[in-house]
């Protein structure tokens, strides 16, 4: 699958991955799991924010909700992604494709990316590249990814190959040292956290799972429960994803 075809292969899953992605248990999953632990002692305000595959716009309505005067600009592959970001966000919003473009507008104080990386997988480092020339020096990247070190990687693989909501071609874990090692330099790590039980795949992925927005509304309050417990363990290979906060060299 040619990268065109992962634009117009997210374009066809846009409307179910948003119904499943964005609904009431899934966005409290990402806010308490993922935004708040990845933003903390993070100050936004007033920043120039670039949010990298941006989807149609839901994490930044989170830190414009979060901080004040902060000034969000929307990037993805996707045509259709870009203009829902533009209509829920009221911020601009570019189409770029991060293994090949090059980037020349203006430099920001910090770039989001939330899952997007994994998706990059045809060119890590011209990726990075691309994303270390957004960013001021001393900025922050700040990344959520799946983790290819996770115990169940194996069948996770099998299920890339297999399943249609995946684009297995351009999508795959990630190893967090291999990932730093393939900025060239660009990026130190400031902090990583690995995360990710139950609750990441049966609520945060229930449209992979093909788990019913009806059955994951009654087992949701059970399972954010038990993540929070869950995520307490101290190994990393028993996570299924990883946080990181960068700083730009």
Same mark, same amino acid.
């Given at each position: 699958?040619?990268?065109?075809?992962?634009?117009?292969?997210?374009?066809?899953?846009?409307?179910?991955?948003?119904?499943?992605?964005?609904?009431?248990? #899934?966005?409290?999953?990402?806010?308490?799991?993922?935004?708040?632990?990845?933003?903390?002692?993070?100050?936004?305000?007033?920043?120039?924010?670039?949010?990298?595959?941006?989807? #149609?716009?839901?994490?930044?309505?989170?830190?414009?909700?979060?901080?004040?005067?902060?000034?969000?600009?929307?990037?993805?592959?996707?045509?259709?992604?870009?203009?829902?970001?533009?209509?829920?966000?009221?911020?601009?919003?570019?189409?770029?494709?991060?293994?090949?473009?090059?980037?020349?507008?203006?430099?920001?104080?910090?770039?989001?990316?939330?899952?997007?990386?994994?998706?990059?997988?045809?060119?890590?480092?011209?990726?990075?590249?691309?994303?270390?020339?957004?960013?001021?020096?001393?900025?922050?990247?700040?990344?959520?990814?799946?983790?290819?070190?996770?115990?169940?990687?194996?069948?996770?693989?099998?299920?890339?190959?297999?399943?249609?909501?995946?684009?297995?071609?351009?999508?795959?874990?990630?190893?967090?040292?291999?990932?730093?090692?393939?900025?060239?330099?660009?990026?130190?790590?400031?902090?990583?956290?690995?995360?990710?039980?139950?609750?990441?795949?049966?609520?945060?992925?229930?449209?992979?799972?093909?788990?019913?927005? #009806?059955?994951?509304?009654?087992?949701?309050?059970?399972?954010?429960?038990?993540?929070?417990?869950?995520?307490?363990?101290?190994?990393?290979?028993?996570?299924?994803?990883?946080?990181?906060?960068?700083?730009?060299?």
């Amino acid at each position: 699958m040619s990268l065109n075809a992962q634009a117009r292969h997210y374009d066809e899953i846009i409307d179910d991955y948003d119904r499943h992605y964005y609904d009431r248990y #899934s966005l409290e999953y990402r806010e308490r799991f993922i935004l708040r632990p990845l933003l903390q002692d993070v100050d936004l305000s007033g920043k120039r924010v670039a949010d990298l595959a941006s989807g #149609s716009g839901e994490t930044s309505r989170f830190l414009a909700q979060s901080f004040e005067h902060i000034q969000l600009t929307g990037f993805d592959i996707s045509p259709d992604a870009c203009r829902r970001y533009r209509e829920k966000v009221g911020r601009p919003a570019h189409e770029i494709d991060l293994t090949r473009d090059r980037y020349e507008g203006p430099r920001f104080d910090a770039a989001v990316i939330m899952g997007g990386l994994h998706h990059c997988v045809a060119d890590l480092p011209h990726t990075l590249q691309t994303i270390a020339t957004m960013i001021e020096p001393g900025g922050r990247l700040l990344l959520f990814e799946p983790n290819r070190e996770y115990i169940l990687e194996p069948i996770r693989q099998v299920w890339y190959r297999r399943d249609s909501y995946f684009d297995d071609a351009n999508e795959a874990a990630l190893s967090h040292d291999a990932l730093l090692k393939a900025g060239d330099g660009a990026f130190a790590c400031d902090r990583l956290t690995y995360f990710g039980g139950p609750a990441f795949f049966l609520v945060y992925n229930s449209l992979v799972f093909r788990v019913t927005l #009806s059955l994951k509304a009654r087992v949701s309050p059970f399972l954010l429960a038990a993540e929070a417990l869950y995520n307490q363990l101290p190994t990393r290979w028993i996570f299924a994803s990883f946080l990181a906060s960068w700083i730009r060299i």
